[in-house]
């Protein structure tokens, strides 16, 4: 058995075989942005739209643990692209459930890469 951290800024609700677990954030990991400004975008009567070229640096992730055994984290996929390939321990939301088209939980958990 092993203990699921959720570090996203939602609570996440499982919902297996017919019943929710509820499991509210524990706090948010996070990967830190660089903006850099580019030209700004001519576009007809619309004058001039600013333009910035953004990335993420998976060597900047914020708010994530280490590894630590029997902890597994649950992230945003954001967070979890950009995590190293040796990172195990991260997973994400998968296999959505709606209603009214609004996310009300998910089937499953997954492991990106």
């Not at 609570?11 to 509820?22: A, E, F, K, M, R």
């Not at 333009?51 to 280490?66: A, D, H, W, Y």
């Amino acid at each position: 058995m092993c203990k699921l951290v959720n570090l996203t800024q939602h609570t996440v609700v499982l919902i297996i075989d017919g019943v929710s677990i509820s499991l509210p954030s524990c706090g948010v990991a996070r990967v830190t942005e660089t903006v850099v400004e580019e030209m700004p975008l001519g576009a007809g009567g619309l004058g001039l739209i600013p333009v910035v070229r953004k990335s993420l640096s998976g060597s900047n992730i914020e708010g994530l643990p280490p590894v630590t055994e029997g902890v597994m984290f649950i992230v945003s996929a954001i967070v979890a692209n950009a995590a190293p390939d040796w990172r195990t321990d991260i997973f994400v939301p998968d296999d959505v459930v709606r209603k009214d088209g609004v996310v009300v939980g998910c089937r499953r958990l997954a492991r990106l890469k």
